[in-house]
């Protein structure tokens, strides 16, 4: 295995995480903008269902509320302390979302929420990773092809990046590396 390559792969930084609340409500919040940036600095909104209607019944809202977070700050999953920090960390979210969504905490019917040890668990990318390597400017993701013949890479891991679009993208110019497709225009 090239050294040069196995150092690369060991020197790259994971993404941060975050916590995040998921929530249903039973009020329409179509009159408000799909994102809601910097809230406290460092809280986004985010209505769901101003995206795509289809994610929440008629006169109901899917809303998830998001912020940075880290994952040494939460206790072991499991444990009496997690359940409770993770309440807490909710509510505090919901009670700082109702500065732009009055009353908000009065209209939930479905609630969720998701640690970076939540995320660890379900995406497998170490320490709830959201993007899995970081996506700065400074740190040049894994690209398709590898010094392993006939071993390819195609991820949210890998180049252009995390996210449904990158990550589809990525598989699209490996697919298309292998297959050797050509383009055609119409």
Known sequence: MDSKFVDYIKGLKMSPSAFMVFLGVDIDLSNYPTLIKNLDKSIDIIINSNADPNLA????????????????????????????????????????????????????????????????????????????????????????????KGLYLASASTFPGGGIEAAAMSGMICANDICNWELKTP
């Open 57 to 148: 019944p008629k006169n109901k809202s899917s809303v998830t509320i998001i912020t940075g977070e880290n994952y040494h700050n939460f206790p072991e999953r499991r444990t009496k302390e997690y359940s409770q920090k993770k309440k807490e960390m909710a509510e505090m979210l919901i009670q700082k979302a109702e500065k732009v969504i009055p009353e908000l905490s009065k209209h939930i019917i479905v609630q969720d929420a998701a640690t970076p040890k939540t995320f660890e668990r379900y995406t497998s990318m170490p320490e709830g990773a959201l993007y899995s390597f970081d996506q700065s400017i400074e740190v040049k993701r894994p690209y398709f092809k590898t010094p392993i």
